[in-house]
């Protein structure tokens, strides 16, 4: 027989290979059959493969039957069947544990999607080039720059590359993050 020590930590290791997987393992602990079921997609991992058109059925009529366990999973449903000999403690902790775990597998897919921003200005910015300011200029011709020692060039006569702000002064572009 199987505890619920040991049942998380099968769950556990499936979740890190797949939601397929996890899904079977919840299955196979429980002795029975499990189906994740997307309301538009309908079924997305079934274990077995033919108990896909039940729980599809339990979803989304919302089946009463005392034997199933529906949980919502990350805009899901999770369906467990299991087994009558199964203690209802094992079916209940591996529905639970499953439902977590296919909530943090979704969580980190959507991490995983969104994209990286440095910086995107909200639509009603105004994104902006500051230019660095000028020393007054003077009508005489300017002497040619001297090497310095150091090898650097010349902070007075080296043109700076335009700065970005984006937002205002109070808002510099780039951010590291958002």
């Not at 189906?35 to 493969?49: C, E």
């Not at 209802?88 to 775990?101: D, G, H």
Request: hydrophobic share 40%; charged share 20%; glycine share 6%.
């Amino acid at each position: 027989m199987t505890t619920e020590t040991e049942a998380v930590r099968r769950l556990m290791a499936a979740a890190a290979r797949s939601g397929a997987e996890l899904v079977a393992e919840a299955a196979v602990l429980v002795d029975g059959w499990a189906v994740l079921v997307d309301p538009l997609a309908g079924a997305v991992h079934s274990t077995p493969a033919n108990a896909a058109g039940r729980g599809v059925h339990a979803a989304l009529t919302a089946e009463t039957d005392p034997a199933l366990l529906l949980r919502p999973v990350a805009g899901a449903v999770l369906v467990i069947h299991p087994a009558e000999a199964t203690p209802a403690r094992l079916a209940n902790a591996v529905a639970r544990t499953t439902t977590a775990l296919l909530d943090i597998r979704a969580r980190r897919a959507a991490e995983m999607q969104a994209p990286e921003i440095a910086c995107t200005p909200p639509p009603s910015a105004s994104c902006y080039e500051a230019r660095p300011t000028s020393r007054p200029r003077s009508s005489a011709p300017r002497p040619p720059p001297t090497p310095r020692s150091t090898g650097s060039p010349d902070p007075t006569t080296t043109p700076r590359p335009p700065t970005r702000h984006c937002g205002g002064p109070s808002d510099p572009w780039p951010h590291p993050t958002h």
